[in-house]
């Protein structure tokens, strides 16, 4: 059992940054079996896949969407999967969720309670 809580939303101006942080706390496995992930719901829109991490290897992906503005990242001694947001746009603004499913796994299984991003232009 995972529990994520979310962290870091918030206002920023179009072309801006923010820092969304994800506290991971697992009772069973290590951390080192998780792929943990971020994504984003919109008003009226689906959820979506925003980027990815696999905490044993640091390998990531992200959504074209985001590629080149965003940045996944983890901190093993803290527990933390990190969102840094650059180049923010107006279509960013969404509710960010942290995510995390087993490796083996083809879906996610555990989530957090999300945090806003608001974009303005």
């Known amino acids: 059992q995972v529990q994520l809580v979310e962290s870091g939303g918030g206002l920023a101006q179009a072309g801006g940054s923010l820092r969304l942080s994800c506290v991971a706390s697992?009772?069973?496995?290590?951390?080192?079996?998780?792929?943990m992930a971020w994504f984003r719901q919109a008003p009226g829109k689906e959820r979506e896949f925003v980027a990815t991490?696999?905490?044993?290897?640091?390998?990531?992906d992200y959504a074209d969407s985001v590629k080149g503005r965003f940045t996944i990242s983890r901190d093993n001694a803290n527990n933390t999967v990190y969102l840094q947001l650059n180049n923010l746009k107006p279509e960013d603004t969404a509710t960010y969720y942290c995510?995390?499913?087993?490796?083996?796994?083809?879906?996610?299984?555990?989530w957090g309670q999300g945090t806003q991003v608001t974009v303005s232009s």
């Open positions: 697992e009772r069973t496995f290590s951390l080192s079996s998780y792929r």
């Open positions: 991490i696999r905490w044993s290897t640091g390998s990531t």
């Open positions: 995510a995390a499913r087993l490796v083996n796994m083809d879906r996610y299984k555990y």
